[in-house]
Protein backbone atom coordinates (compact mmCIF):
# COMPACT_ATOMS: atom_id res chain seq x y z
CA UNK A 1 0.00 0.00 0.00
CA UNK A 2 1.55 3.55 -0.90
CA UNK A 3 1.51 5.72 1.60
CA UNK A 4 0.70 9.18 0.46
CA UNK A 5 -2.83 10.12 1.18
CA UNK A 6 -4.64 10.88 3.94
CA UNK A 7 -7.09 8.06 2.95
CA UNK A 8 -4.40 5.74 2.72
CA UNK A 9 -3.09 6.72 5.65
CA UNK A 10 -6.37 6.10 7.67
CA UNK A 11 -6.57 2.53 6.05
CA UNK A 12 -3.37 1.92 7.33
CA UNK A 13 -3.74 2.98 10.69
CA UNK A 14 -7.25 0.92 10.72
CA UNK A 15 -5.43 -2.26 9.56
CA UNK A 16 -3.28 -1.87 12.47
CA UNK A 17 -6.01 -0.90 15.23
CA UNK A 18 -7.29 -4.44 14.10
CA UNK A 19 -4.65 -6.48 14.50
CA UNK A 20 -3.54 -5.34 18.27
CA UNK A 21 -7.57 -5.75 19.45
CA UNK A 22 -6.64 -7.97 21.80
CA UNK A 23 -3.41 -6.84 23.27
CA UNK A 24 -3.51 -4.92 26.66
CA UNK A 25 -3.83 -1.02 26.40
CA UNK A 26 -0.30 -0.76 27.76
CA UNK A 27 1.06 -3.37 25.26
CA UNK A 28 -1.30 -1.97 22.53
CA UNK A 29 -0.17 1.24 22.93
CA UNK A 30 3.22 0.54 22.42
CA UNK A 31 3.10 -2.37 19.69
CA UNK A 32 0.59 0.42 17.48
CA UNK A 33 3.34 3.75 17.56
CA UNK A 34 6.33 0.88 16.26
CA UNK A 35 3.92 -0.46 13.62
CA UNK A 36 2.94 3.18 12.89
CA UNK A 37 6.46 4.35 12.70
CA UNK A 38 7.24 1.05 10.29
CA UNK A 39 4.31 1.55 8.11
CA UNK A 40 4.19 4.77 7.83
CA UNK A 41 8.14 5.92 8.30
CA UNK A 42 8.69 9.65 9.64
CA UNK A 43 4.89 10.63 9.65
CA UNK A 44 4.31 9.21 12.60
CA UNK A 45 4.71 12.86 14.04
CA UNK A 46 1.74 13.96 13.05
CA UNK A 47 -0.73 11.31 14.42
CA UNK A 48 -1.48 12.07 18.33
CA UNK A 49 0.25 9.42 20.77
CA UNK A 50 -3.05 8.69 22.20
CA UNK A 51 -6.92 8.43 21.14
CA UNK A 52 -7.54 11.80 22.55
CA UNK A 53 -7.73 13.96 19.64
CA UNK A 54 -4.99 16.69 18.93
CA UNK A 55 -6.13 20.19 17.54
CA UNK A 56 -4.11 21.49 14.73
CA UNK A 57 -1.58 24.35 16.20
CA UNK A 58 -1.86 22.73 19.71
CA UNK A 59 1.36 22.08 21.52
CA UNK A 60 1.45 18.06 22.68
CA UNK A 61 1.12 17.73 25.83
CA UNK A 62 4.26 15.78 27.83
CA UNK A 63 3.15 13.00 29.57
CA UNK A 64 5.16 13.00 33.17
CA UNK A 65 2.80 10.27 34.17
CA UNK A 66 4.34 7.68 32.36
CA UNK A 67 8.30 8.66 33.30
CA UNK A 68 7.93 8.37 36.89
CA UNK A 69 6.35 5.87 39.46
CA UNK A 70 5.73 7.74 42.83
CA UNK A 71 7.30 6.10 45.58
CA UNK A 72 8.07 7.86 49.00
CA UNK A 73 11.52 9.12 48.97
CA UNK A 74 12.77 7.05 52.16
CA UNK A 75 16.05 9.72 52.45
CA UNK A 76 13.94 12.84 52.54
CA UNK A 77 14.46 14.19 55.96
CA UNK A 78 11.05 16.62 56.86
CA UNK A 79 11.56 16.61 60.35
CA UNK A 80 12.80 19.83 62.46
CA UNK A 81 15.93 20.34 61.51
CA UNK A 82 17.90 23.21 63.52
CA UNK A 83 16.44 26.58 62.72
CA UNK A 84 13.89 24.69 59.89
CA UNK A 85 10.53 23.95 61.05
CA UNK A 86 9.64 20.86 60.19
CA UNK A 87 7.27 19.96 57.91
CA UNK A 88 4.20 19.01 59.33
CA UNK A 89 3.92 22.43 61.45
CA UNK A 90 4.92 24.15 58.52
CA UNK A 91 1.86 22.87 56.53
CA UNK A 92 0.20 23.52 59.49
CA UNK A 93 0.92 27.12 60.02
CA UNK A 94 0.37 27.80 56.52
CA UNK A 95 -3.06 25.69 56.13
CA UNK A 96 -3.24 25.34 52.62
CA UNK A 97 -6.92 24.43 51.34
CA UNK A 98 -6.40 23.29 47.98
CA UNK A 99 -4.34 21.03 45.95
CA UNK A 100 -2.51 23.66 44.36
CA UNK A 101 -2.01 25.51 47.31
CA UNK A 102 -0.36 22.58 48.97
CA UNK A 103 1.80 21.48 46.10
CA UNK A 104 3.26 25.10 46.45
CA UNK A 105 3.66 24.76 50.35
CA UNK A 106 5.76 21.81 49.59
CA UNK A 107 7.48 23.16 46.97
CA UNK A 108 8.58 25.87 48.96
CA UNK A 109 9.05 24.26 51.86
CA UNK A 110 11.75 21.49 49.89
CA UNK A 111 13.12 24.46 48.08
CA UNK A 112 13.64 27.71 50.68
CA UNK A 113 13.81 25.85 53.66
CA UNK A 114 15.05 22.38 53.52
CA UNK A 115 17.43 23.72 50.17
CA UNK A 116 16.68 20.88 48.05
CA UNK A 117 17.60 21.05 44.45
CA UNK A 118 15.92 18.20 43.67
CA UNK A 119 12.66 18.12 43.22
CA UNK A 120 10.50 15.04 41.37
CA UNK A 121 7.10 14.40 41.85
CA UNK A 122 7.78 11.51 44.42
CA UNK A 123 9.37 14.21 46.40
CA UNK A 124 6.00 15.98 46.76
CA UNK A 125 4.26 12.72 47.17
CA UNK A 126 5.80 11.76 50.14
CA UNK A 127 5.40 15.56 51.58
CA UNK A 128 1.64 14.38 51.00
CA UNK A 129 2.21 11.17 53.11
CA UNK A 130 4.20 13.21 55.59
CA UNK A 131 1.77 15.82 56.38
CA UNK A 132 -1.18 12.87 55.79
CA UNK A 133 -3.06 14.99 53.38
CA UNK A 134 -5.17 13.35 50.80
CA UNK A 135 -3.23 12.77 47.38
CA UNK A 136 -4.82 14.12 44.82
CA UNK A 137 -6.72 11.77 42.58
CA UNK A 138 -4.92 13.13 39.31
CA UNK A 139 -1.94 13.79 40.94
CA UNK A 140 0.31 14.97 37.79
CA UNK A 141 -1.97 17.04 36.39
CA UNK A 142 -2.45 18.91 40.00
CA UNK A 143 0.95 19.65 39.66
CA UNK A 144 1.05 21.18 35.96
CA UNK A 145 -2.60 23.03 37.18
CA UNK A 146 -0.14 24.57 40.07
CA UNK A 147 1.99 25.26 36.95
CA UNK A 148 0.65 26.40 34.27
CA UNK A 149 -2.87 27.78 36.19
CA UNK A 150 -1.76 29.53 39.28
CA UNK A 151 2.34 30.21 38.07
CA UNK A 152 3.23 28.60 41.95
CA UNK A 153 5.64 26.38 40.59
CA UNK A 154 7.87 25.70 37.84
CA UNK A 155 7.38 21.61 36.39
CA UNK A 156 9.33 22.35 32.84
CA UNK A 157 12.12 19.79 34.75
CA UNK A 158 9.52 17.32 36.51
CA UNK A 159 12.88 15.95 38.23
CA UNK A 160 14.05 19.55 39.12
CA UNK A 161 10.54 21.14 40.47
CA UNK A 162 10.99 24.29 41.52
CA UNK A 163 8.88 27.54 43.37
CA UNK A 164 8.53 30.41 41.72
CA UNK A 165 8.58 34.19 42.52
CA UNK A 166 5.16 34.76 42.45
CA UNK A 167 4.47 31.27 44.02
CA UNK A 168 7.01 32.27 46.60
CA UNK A 169 5.23 35.44 47.23
CA UNK A 170 1.92 33.66 47.56
CA UNK A 171 3.26 30.80 50.48
CA UNK A 172 4.81 34.16 52.38
CA UNK A 173 2.49 36.63 52.06
CA UNK A 174 -1.24 35.22 51.78
CA UNK A 175 -0.86 31.97 53.30
CA UNK A 176 -2.32 31.55 55.63
CA UNK A 177 -5.60 32.88 54.60
CA UNK A 178 -7.38 35.51 56.72
CA UNK A 179 -10.63 34.50 58.27
CA UNK A 180 -13.54 36.22 57.17
CA UNK A 181 -16.28 36.24 59.44
Request: with cysteine.
Amino acid sequence: MKVGTIETEAEILKKIDEQLKGLSPDVRAEAFQILVQRHLGGLTSSFPRTAASVKPGQPKRRNIKSRTQLSVVKDLNLKKEGTSPSLRDFHAEKSPETFSEQNAVFVYYLNRVKETDTISPSHIFTCYKEVGARVPGAFYQSLLDTSRIKGWIDTANTEQIRITTVGENFVEHDLPKSRKE
